[in-house]
């Protein structure tokens, strides 16, 4: 079958299972409005980052890439009372779009937003001594997945679950010439989850309205 007929299946799965709510769907058309590309997460693929969120037990969840807080919502729904959410987002009006929409959802006291270059932040989440993530989600730019995937594990703890979302890129991982700066970051990170003695990982290829891709799925031993 061909991609049509994905993403029809899909949008038939996640209207008959996920039901995303208007506070969500709000975030999706958010985005569109502030030109923001439609690279958010699927909604099937947001209720799997609440799930696993909560399956885990996370309290503490770091996300690296924010767009307009559509995965942000989904991570944050999945928090207990007292629970919390730092979201890296280089860029400003990303973020503010994406900080209108989380204090509509009710959960503006819940998630932290932080400007500016992921490594910087995570260097400065590092040095301010931060309690460690339960949960990190690693969406932002792929050429620096590996560098993240490093910081999750040092700023995580054995049992922190880490998620890479973008791992196969329309099958470009197999033909880094597509693509090469994004791909080379992609197939590093996989590398380092499956050789890594600090990591035991797995992942799942994907298909739907986000074309061809899949996830990437760690615990930090
Ligand atoms: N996680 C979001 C969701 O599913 O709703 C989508 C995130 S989008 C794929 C990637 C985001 O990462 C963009 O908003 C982009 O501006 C941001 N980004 C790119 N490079 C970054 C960097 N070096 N540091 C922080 N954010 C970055």
């Not at 973008?166 to 590093?188: E, K």
Request: proline letters at 6%; hydrophobic letters at 45%.
């Amino acid at each position: 079958p061909a991609a049509p007929a994905w993403s029809a299946v899909e949008d038939y799965l996640a209207e008959t299972v996920v039901r995303p709510d208007r506070t969500l769907l709000h975030a999706v058309t958010s985005a569109a409005e502030a030109g923001m590309p439609p690279i958010e997460v699927a909604p099937n693929a947001g209720k799997l980052l609440q799930l696993l969120v909560r399956l885990s037990g996370a309290r503490r969840v770091l996300e690296i890439g924010t767009l307009a807080g559509f995965s942000t919502i989904w991570m944050a729904r999945g928090l207990p009372d007292g629970g919390r959410l730092v979201s890296c987002e280089y860029l400003p009006g990303h973020a503010e779009v994406a900080r209108a929409n989380i204090d509509d959802a009710g959960l503006g006291a819940k998630v932290e937003i932080r400007v500016g270059a992921a490594l910087d932040t995570l260097r400065a989440l590092k040095e301010e001594d931060a309690e460690p993530f339960d949960f990190v989600f690693i969406d932002a730019d792929k050429e620096n997945n590996p560098h993240y995937l490093e910081w999750a594990i040092r700023l995580g703890r054995s049992g922190t679950v880490v998620v890479i979302d973008n791992v196969v890129w329309d099958g470009a991982v197999l033909d880094p010439s597509r693509d090469p700066a994004n791909v080379r970051g992609i197939i590093a990170a996989l590398q380092m989850m499956g050789e890594d003695p600090r990591l035991d990982g797995t992942a799942i290829q994907t298909v739907g309205t986000k074309g061809w891709d899949g996830f990437a799925l760690a615990l930090v031993r």
